[in-house]
């Protein structure tokens, strides 16, 4: 079993049409049963094989690392992409004030702990660098860099098999105006705040950048760059794409009503 930790801002919505794409009905973007739950729990997961029995996919917001799905996926392993977390935090600021009409003053909004560390936070949920090191390094089948989209795919596409990942794309739920993040990132003040609330992320980024990416680089063998020229020479997909739009009709008329009908009869937790 795979499961993509969509961290925000991270190309999260192309991927997940990349998987819909090749995996089709055995592959969910999770929503959470309960309003008030921060984490897709086991019982989550018991839940949606109901819906999903040919599963070998998932990924969503919520389903998290710490989020004790091993006990009853026992093979499950985690694929994520990580971004430069200045850039990211801009960006997932800006896509909340354009698309999901918030109204805070960017200083309010960066003092809120759940926007401070975001990725390392979404990982093992704290600040612990060295924890995030660890789980990556044990538990994730590859860590990809957004900046590095293209390379990423074809490196978690070898990881996985002959057959297993069609890695065509259009990029999906692009800014198409990215002024806000730009002023954030260029005016000092802002750019110190973005600083001092991802600590974390910048020491976990750099980690990435700089060791653990690389590795896969050289795992993947001295043909990447080849590869990737021939990819990115072919990289086209249909106008209507079947088996995605298959895939997500599965999830909007079957998946999602019952979602919505249990978080209106189960507004708590229940583990």
Same mark, same amino acid.
């Given at each position: 079993m795979l499961g993509f930790v969509h961290i925000e801002k991270t190309a999260g919505s192309t991927t997940h049409r990349i998987f819909q794409r090749s995996f089709g009905s055995r592959y969910c973007t999770l929503d959470r049963w309960r309003h008030t739950d921060q984490v897709f729990s086991p019982s989550d997961y018991r839940k949606l094989r109901l819906f999903y029995p040919r599963l070998v996919a998932m990924g969503g917001h919520w389903i998290k690392p710490f989020g004790r799905l091993h006990e009853v996926i026992p093979d499950l392993r985690w694929f994520t992409?990580?971004?430069?977390?200045?850039?990211?935090?801009?960006?997932?600021?800006?896509?909340?004030?354009?698309?999901?009409?918030?109204?805070?003053?960017?200083?309010?909004?960066?003092?809120?702990?759940?926007?401070?560390?975001?990725?390392?936070?979404?990982?093992?949920?704290?600040?612990?660098?060295?924890?995030? *090191?660890?789980? =990556?390094?044990? %538990?994730?089948?590859?860590?990809? +860099?957004? !900046?590095?989209?293209?390379?990423?795919? &074809?490196? /978690?596409?070898?990881?996985?098999?002959?057959?297993?990942?069609?890695?065509?794309?259009?990029?999906?739920?692009?800014?198409?105006?990215?002024?806000? *993040?730009?002023? =954030?990132?260029? %005016?000092?003040?802002?750019?110190? +705040?973005? !600083?001092?609330?991802?600590?974390?992320? &910048?020491? /976990?980024?750099?980690?990435?950048?700089?060791?653990?990416y690389p590795r896969q680089q050289r795992e993947y063998g001295p043909e990447l760059e080849a590869d990737l020229e021939r990819f990115r020479a072919s990289n086209r997909v249909g106008r209507i794409d079947w088996r995605a739009r298959r895939a997500e009709l599965r999830r909007k008329w079957i998946y999602r009503p019952a979602v919505k009908l249990h978080q209106t009869l189960s507004p708590g937790t229940d583990g």
């Open positions: 992409f990580l971004r430069e977390p200045l850039a990211r935090t801009a960006s997932h600021y800006q896509h909340q004030i354009q698309i999901m009409n918030r109204t805070d003053r960017f200083e309010d909004w960066i003092a809120m702990d759940v926007y401070r560390n975001f990725q390392i936070g979404k990982l093992v949920g704290s600040d612990d660098v060295e924890a995030a *090191k660890a789980l =990556l390094e044990r %538990d994730f089948v590859l860590v990809g +860099l957004s !900046e590095r989209f293209d390379e990423s795919m &074809l490196m /978690l596409q070898k990881k996985l098999g002959p057959g297993v990942l069609d890695i065509r794309y259009q990029p999906e739920n692009v800014a198409a105006d990215s002024s806000i *993040k730009q002023r =954030l990132l260029e %005016d000092p003040r802002t750019r110190a +705040l973005l !600083e001092d609330a991802n600590q974390a992320d &910048l020491r /976990l980024y750099d980690w990435v950048v700089n060791d653990l």
